[in-house]
């Protein structure tokens, strides 16, 4: 990197917004539920894109790769998002099942981050998911091409961003049956 890109980047604000208020006494069991919470503040608050996310596989070389894609769902069965079965996602997914899903909502300065395990949802739910796309791009895909699957998480990150750089990290580990909730260093 020269200095001239340095200190173009070095330049650029980051972390701008306003953190929502978040008491970590009224923490609620489950990452789901603290998720749709977040969630539904980003959606109140009408951020752009509150449902994309970047979903992390890795290759047959075992190199990363990524790419955004919509969350379909999210429940106690895991985080949902769909593609095709030939893609290079659902190649991958094939080789390696485990993944890992990055949201960002920047006004708010929150991030997510999700990782486990992924799984097939049964085929009638692909075809439910596959039944709310347009009929233009169903009429292109074979039967069975196209797949909803689920990240089933054993460890969950909730971020919160502060300008003055003392950023707040929490975390759900899967204990057993249920969660445990931990406080990450940096």
């Not at 692909?126 to 074979?142: I, K």
């Amino acid at each position: 990197m020269t200095s001239d890109t340095a200190a173009m980047l070095r330049a650029v604000p980051s972390l701008v917004g306003s953190p929502p208020p978040l008491d970590l006494a009224e923490l609620p069991p489950t990452p789901e539920e603290l998720f749709l919470q977040w969630l539904s503040i980003a959606l109140d608050a009408g951020i752009a894109e509150p449902l994309a996310m970047t979903v992390a596989t890795v290759d047959a070389n075992g190199m990363p790769d990524a790419r955004v894609l919509i969350l379909k769902d999210v429940g106690p069965e895991g985080w949902a998002f769909a593609s095709e079965r030939s893609s290079e996602k659902g190649q991958q997914l094939a080789a390696a099942p485990a993944a890992a899903l990055s949201f960002w909502w920047q006004p708010q300065m929150r991030a997510v981050r999700v990782r486990g395990a992924v799984v097939e949802a049964e085929p009638e739910e692909s075809a439910a998911d596959l039944a709310r796309r347009p009929a233009e791009v169903r009429a292109t895909l074979p039967d069975g091409e196209w797949v909803l699957w689920r990240v089933v998480p054993d460890h969950i990150e909730f971020w919160q961003g502060s300008p003055d750089r003392r950023h707040l990290r929490l975390a759900y580990d899967r204990a057993g049956d249920g969660w445990k909730i931990v406080r990450p260093q940096a």
